[in-house]
């Protein structure tokens, strides 16, 4: 083997150690991102569900407050029948 064959042999095999070295830590930070993603995504899937948690819980209970608002406008509209009919008896 002449020189220039043994430098093009040292500076191809540095060049594929080099890489090496960096596919490698590009691997391993990859693998990292895909864990702290996957985390991410399971803490949004918890959030959501609380979400519709909260949802359900706020319906219900606007739906129970329009029921009693209903109930009330009812027993109010009663009570005022009744001291009309009241006035009127006594006239």
Do not use: C, P, Y
């Amino acid at each position: 083997m002449t020189t220039a064959e043994q430098i093009l042999v040292v500076f191809l095999s540095t060049a594929l150690a080099i890489f090496l070295v960096i596919a490698i830590i590009a691997g391993i930070q990859t693998i990292k991102l895909l864990k702290t993603l996957q985390s991410v995504a399971t803490k949004a899937e918890s959030f959501v569900t609380s979400a519709e948690a909260v949802g359900q819980v706020v319906k219900q209970t606007i739906g129970a407050l329009s029921l009693s608002r209903f109930a009330k406008g009812v027993a109010n509209f009663v009570h005022n029948k009744q001291t009309e009919q009241q006035g009127e008896d006594k006239k």
